[in-house]
């Protein structure tokens, strides 16, 4: 079965970028059935979703954050990763990828999240 | 953008009662876009249901999921101990809904 693990530093400053990875095992990204996706979650709050990447590089961005967020494959690595620049305390959050199947866009499975705080 | 709002914030029941969740949507959300969620504390969300009503592998079939158009309702027949959790709605834009705490009373 298909697994998604992120990894990346726990710890940004403000105004820098956070860099985040998510290694898929079980499956490929390459799949043409599926979108790649980040989503985040601020302590205590919901969920909020950043963008996705298509295997090919195709991307879409959340609009609240498409001026900041960068997310790229690497299908050697079977890997897809998250750039988020300039960020600021409101950016600390439980950062997921996930697959997200074309029938419906719905999201399964997620990797077990990591989280990230924005502080100096 | 369509807006998902859960009822109710909050649902205090007992192991072995049904539970009622409610998501409707700003906008008519097509039923195929339509997936529910639970997350406990410290995990990521897991698929519950999507199309509005088709159980994810693996999910038990107290779990079941109904509505369209701008109302739909995520059921659990029974309550067992794993089931307290927090749940969320999701439509294809990949909103979510704020989701609905489900606590043993």
């Known amino acids: 079965q298909v697994q998604l693990q992120e990894s990346g530093p726990g710890l940004v400053k403000p105004s820098e970028t956070l860099s985040l990875t998510c290694t898929v095992s079980?499956?490929?990204?390459?799949?043409?059935?599926?979108?790649w996706s980040w989503i985040r979650q601020p302590p205590g709050k919901g969920l909020e979703w950043i963008g996705y990447?298509?295997?090919?590089?195709?991307?879409n961005y959340n609009p609240s954050l498409k001026s900041r967020v960068t997310i790229s494959v690497d299908t050697s690595k079977n890997q897809f990763s998250l750039k988020l620049s300039s960020v600021t305390a409101a950016d600390t959050a439980v950062y997921y990828c996930?697959?997200?199947?074309?029938?419906?866009?719905?999201?399964?499975?997620w990797g077990q999240g990591t989280l990230v705080t924005v502080s100096s | 953008e369509i807006v998902l709002t859960q009822s109710p914030g909050t649902l205090s029941l007992s192991p072995g009662e049904r539970a009622t969740l409610s998501c409707r949507a700003s906008?008519?959300?097509?039923?195929?876009?339509l997936a529910w969620y639970q997350q406990k504390p410290g995990q990521a969300p897991r698929l519950l249901i999507y199309?509005?009503?088709s159980r994810a592998t693996g999910i038990p079939d107290r779990f079941s999921g109904s509505g369209s158009g701008t109302d739909f309702t995520l059921t659990i027949s029974r309550l067992e101990p794993e089931d307290f959790a927090v749940y969320y709605c999701?439509?294809?834009?990949?909103?979510f809904g704020q989701g609905t705490k489900v606590e043993i009373k």
């Open positions: 996930a697959r997200e199947d074309f029938r419906g866009d719905w999201f399964d499975p």
């Open positions: 079980g499956g490929s990204v390459s799949s043409g059935s599926y979108y």
């Open positions: 990447i298509y295997y090919s590089g195709s991307t």
């Open positions: 906008q008519s959300v097509s039923s195929s876009y």
């Open positions: 199309g509005a009503s």
């Open positions: 999701q439509q294809s834009g990949r909103t």
